[in-house]
């Protein structure tokens, strides 16, 4: 595993129809290409709701929203849901800041993605 992958994990759960990552880590540049290939790898499955989980991520820029908005534009294309939960901390206040948020459906912590 190269040091840039060490710096991004990924959890993956599926259960019926959803599919879940979670990211943990840094998104960023450097992190982005194991990022979106695990995103990729999840709209391969087309599953009926797809959750992005951000909310532990310790550090995201850009490359995060971006990720996030290209698989917005997958979902919508294919007649799919994607959800995020973004959490509370820095990721939620990118996301806020951009004006993004209201654009997509955000997920509290505990609240199911069903």
Avoid: K, W
Avoid at 42 to 51: C, H, T
Avoid at 74 to 89: C, F, K, Q, S, T
């Amino acid at each position: 595993m190269s040091e840039d992958a060490a710096l991004l994990q990924v959890t993956r759960t599926s259960c019926g129809g959803r599919l879940e990552l979670v990211l943990s880590g840094e998104l960023d540049n450097d992190t982005l290409p194991r990022a979106q290939d695990e995103v990729s790898a999840a709209e391969a499955e087309a599953p009926a709701v797809l959750v992005l989980d951000l909310a532990a991520l310790e550090y995201v820029d850009s490359c995060g929203v971006r990720l996030v908005l290209l698989a917005q534009g997958a979902a919508d294309d294919e007649n799919r849901r994607l959800a995020v939960r973004l959490g509370h901390g820095q990721t939620r206040r990118m996301f806020d800041m951009l004006g993004i948020t209201d654009r997509l459906e955000v997920l509290d912590r505990e609240e199911p993605s069903s």
